[in-house]
């Protein structure tokens, strides 16, 4: 099972590595779909990253918070096969369902299971907030928001916990 963890970590992390490397930090992990040239690549990461993830946080769950790291998947998957999201407006819909499928189920998963983990959301929150302060500089908060990355840095979150609340099970099986 910690070779399936491994690989799911390994492919998420790469990928978005490479992403960032080729062309800056994006505004989200759903936006380095406009920033690759080969568009499969997303697809294929969503899907092998939550399928090399979901046995693994089955194995590590509770029993009856296992229907949620499945929802988290569904929802991933459901990102990684429509990932168009400024596209038409079906696929647009499904990538965004898919999306809050993906927060909500897996924060709740991490609640369920591990939930001190959850205070990793602190970082992320005084990240924006020292950030908001300082800029101060663009034309609007709007702006200096953005400028932040919001979504980026609480997708990044969100991916951290899972994997720390994974690895924290596979840590106390031994």
Same mark, same amino acid.
């Given at each position: 099972?910690?070779?399936?963890?491994?690989?799911?970590?390994?492919?998420?992390?790469?990928?978005?590595?490479?992403?960032?490397?080729?062309?800056?930090?994006?505004?989200?992990?759903?936006?380095?779909?406009?920033?690759?040239?080969?568009?499969?690549?997303?697809?294929?990461?969503?899907?092998?990253?939550?399928?090399?993830?979901?046995?693994?946080? +089955?194995? @590590?769950? %509770?029993?009856?918070?296992?229907?949620?790291? $499945?929802?988290?998947?569904?929802? *991933?998957?459901?990102?990684? =096969?429509?990932?168009?999201?400024?596209?038409?407006?079906?696929?647009?819909?499904?990538?965004?369902?898919?999306?809050?499928? +993906?927060? @909500?189920? %897996?924060?709740?998963?991490?609640?369920?299971? $591990?939930?001190?983990?959850?205070? *990793?959301?602190?970082?992320? =929150?005084?990240?924006?907030?020292?950030?908001?302060?300082?800029?101060?500089?663009?034309?609007?908060?709007?702006?200096?928001?953005?400028?932040?990355?919001?979504?980026?840095?609480?997708?990044?979150?969100?991916?951290?916990?899972?994997?720390?609340?994974?690895?924290?099970?596979?840590?106390?099986?031994?």
């Amino acid at each position: 099972m910690t070779v399936l963890f491994l690989i799911s970590l390994f492919v998420i992390a790469v990928y978005i590595a490479v992403v960032i490397v080729k062309s800056g930090i994006p505004y989200s992990i759903s936006d380095t779909y406009y920033r690759i040239d080969r568009k499969k690549w997303f697809m294929f990461v969503m899907l092998v990253t939550g399928f090399s993830l979901l046995p693994v946080a +089955l194995e @590590v769950s %509770s029993e009856s918070s296992q229907f949620l790291i $499945f929802l988290t998947v569904v929802g *991933l998957a459901m990102v990684g =096969v429509s990932p168009n999201f400024k596209g038409e407006k079906s696929e647009r819909n499904t990538h965004y369902a898919g999306a809050i499928m +993906l927060l @909500v189920f %897996s924060q709740l998963w991490v609640l369920f299971n $591990f939930k001190w983990i959850l205070l *990793l959301w602190v970082i992320y =929150v005084v990240y924006i907030a020292c950030g908001l302060i300082k800029k101060k500089s663009g034309p609007s908060f709007y702006d200096d928001l953005v400028n932040l990355k919001p979504v980026f840095w609480a997708e990044i979150t969100l991916i951290i916990t899972t994997y720390v609340t994974v690895l924290v099970g596979l840590w106390r099986s031994i």
